[in-house]
């Protein structure tokens, strides 16, 4: 069994570029949530992808968008980059739908620096 | 708005004594209060985790006490070692949306 896994682990940009940042869920998983958590602090939710389609949303802009593929890996797209979004970006797989679980494996994280 | 009120913000033990963190929450609406625990360049990995129709659940070292009423949640580390100095965040789920807070975590320092 593969553990969750996200790319790139760390990435530097300048304001107002793009970026993507990609993670692989656990086999076995449909559902993949994304978490920003800046320096110090606990994770915040981003939003989560279920089955592909988009199943909850955190307070973050319109500028954080993201997608879900068929093998339920996940990308996490964040438009016209800001400092503030600098931080760690943490994607969770978990098991949703029928015989969901509460659990959910994170990721080691993509560590984004905006410049 | 922090749903999920977490304290202290660092703590300092003894090998061998007990670390206790604490969590405060006012949205009725989470049914699941997982911690985690978070070593430098990792993710968070789930520690135990607890219902609210369950007061205690315990796991080794590792004891979650649950206040409904009071709508507070601890986590208590018995015999703490080195190995445990970790950031230690709690959190708390809502069903619908199967969305997670979670608390601005603890740095917990266990000296030898």
């Known amino acids: 069994e593969t553990g969750v896994t996200q790319s790139p682990t760390h990435l530097i940009k300048t304001r107002g570029q793009q970026v993507t940042l990609r993670c692989s869920s656990q086999?076995?998983?449909?559902?993949v949530s994304w978490y920003q958590q800046a320096l110090g602090q606990g994770p915040q939710f981003i939003f989560q992808?279920?089955?592909?389609?988009?199943?909850g949303r955190g307070n973050f802009p319109p500028r954080f968008s993201g997608l879900q593929f068929p093998n339920y890996s996940s990308e996490l797209n964040v438009n016209a980059l800001e400092l503030d979004d600098s931080a760690l970006y943490l994607c969770?797989?978990?098991?949703?739908?029928?015989?969901?679980?509460?659990?959910?494996?994170f990721g080691p994280g993509t560590r984004l620096t905006v410049l | 708005q922090q749903q999920v009120k977490q304290s202290p913000q660092s703590l300092i033990v003894q090998k061998g004594g007990i670390s206790i963190i604490n969590c405060a929450y006012e949205?009725?609406?989470?049914?699941?209060f997982p911690w985690y625990q978070q070593f430098p360049g990792k993710g968070p990995a789930l520690l135990i985790a607890?219902?609210?129709?369950?007061s205690e659940k315990k796991e080794g070292r590792f004891t979650i006490s649950f206040n409904k009423s009071a709508k507070q949640f601890s986590l208590h580390i018995m015999d703490s070692q080195p190995g445990d100095s970790a950031t230690y965040f709690c959190?708390?789920?809502?069903?619908?949306?199967?969305?997670?807070?979670f608390g601005t975590g603890t740095s917990l320092t266990v000296i030898p």
């Open positions: 992808y279920y089955r592909e389609e988009e199943n």
């Open positions: 969770a797989s978990s098991q949703g739908g029928t015989g969901a679980s509460n659990e959910q494996f």
């Open positions: 607890i219902r609210p129709d369950v």
């Open positions: 959190a708390a789920r809502v069903w619908a949306g199967n969305q997670f807070y």
């Open positions: 949205n009725t609406a989470f049914d699941y």
């Open positions: 086999s076995g998983h449909n559902t």
